[in-house]
C-alpha cells in the first residue's frame, strides 16, 4: 500500500497510537469505517478479543486483501457506505476511521450516522490529514502533498495524478477549527485533537454525551 510510504513509514505507529488511546472494555461492539486493508480493524481485534469488530468498506478489493489477511475470528468485513451505516440506534462501542471522515462523500451524513449508532457515552477517533486554519500554511501543506504524492504517482503508475488526490481532497475539506465546529454542531462533545508530522496529521477524539 502507498499509505506508508507517503507517510515516511509513520502510518503504522500513528494507527497504533490513537487505538492506544481507547478504553478497555471486555466486550463490546466495535466499527471501523473506511477500513481498507484492516490495519485499524485487526487492531481493534486484537484489543477487545472478547468484542465484536466490524471493518466497512465500499471497495471489494480492499475488502478482500482484508480477509485473506485476517487471523482474528471476532472480525467482520462488509462492503457498506459510511453515510448509510447498516446497524441500529445506540448500538455501537466505539467507531474509528483511518482517513475516513475526509473522504466521506456527505461528511454531516456520516457525522450524523456516527452519532446516531453510537451509544450513549460511546466513543469515535478518527486518523486522517489535517488542514490548518491558517490560509498560508494551508497552501503549503497541499503544496507539500501535491508534490510528494505526484513523485510517487510518477514512479509506481507514471501519472503524478494517481495519489494527487490527495492534496485536491483537502481543498473542500473542514480546517481544523471548522471540522471542530460541525462535529459540536452533530451533538459530539469532549473533543481531543492531537497533531503530527507538521500539523498535517491530526489524530480526533469525541465522545458522545450521556
Known amino acids: 500500500m502507498i499509505t506508508p510510504i ?3 513509514g509513520r502510518d503504522r505507529a500513528w494507527k497504533e497510537k490513537m487505538v492506544s488511546y481507547l478504553p478497555a472494555f471486555h466486550s463490546g461492539t466495535f466499527f471501523d469505517l473506511a477500513c481498507g486493508t484492516g490495519d485499524i480493524t485487526f487492531a481493534l481485534a486484537g484489543k477487545y478479543p472478547q468484542g465484536t469488530v466490524i471493518g466497512v468498506d465500499l471497495t471489494l478489493e480492499m ?8 487471523t482474528y475470528s471476532n472480525v467482520n ?13 445506540e448500538s455501537v462501542d466505539i467507531v474509528t476511521g483511518g482517513y475516513a471522515l475526509r473522504n466521506a462523500p456527505d461528511l ?3 457525522l450524523s450516522e456516527i452519532y446516531r449508532v453510537l451509544k450513549r457515552g460511546g466513543k469515535a477517533l478518527f486518523l486522517d490529514f489535517s488542514k490548518s486554519p491558517h490560509s498560508g500554511r494551508q497552501q503549503l501543506s497541499y503544496l507539500v502533498l501535491k508534490a510528494w504524492g505526484s513523485l510517487w504517482g510518477l514512479i509506481f503508475h507514471r501519472s503524478p495524478d494517481v495519489y494527487g488526490y490527495i492534496a485536491e481532497s483537502l481543498q473542500t475539506y473542514p480546517d481544523r477549527k471548522a471540522l471542530s465546529d460541525k462535529v459540536i454542531s452533530h451533538g459530539f462533545n469532549d473533543l481531543h485533537s492531537k497533531i503530527f508530522f507538521l500539523g498535517l496529521i491530526e489524530i480526533l477524539h469525541l465522545r458522545k454525551a450521556n
Request: proline share 0%; aromatic share 4%; with cysteine.
Open 6 to 8: 507517503l507517510s515516511w
Open 63 to 70: 475488502l478482500n486483501v482484508a480477509r485473506d489477511a485476517c
Open 77 to 89: 468485513l462488509v462492503i457498506q457506505d459510511m453515510g448509510v451505516i447498516g446497524i441500529k440506534d
Open 108 to 110: 454531516d451524513q456520516a
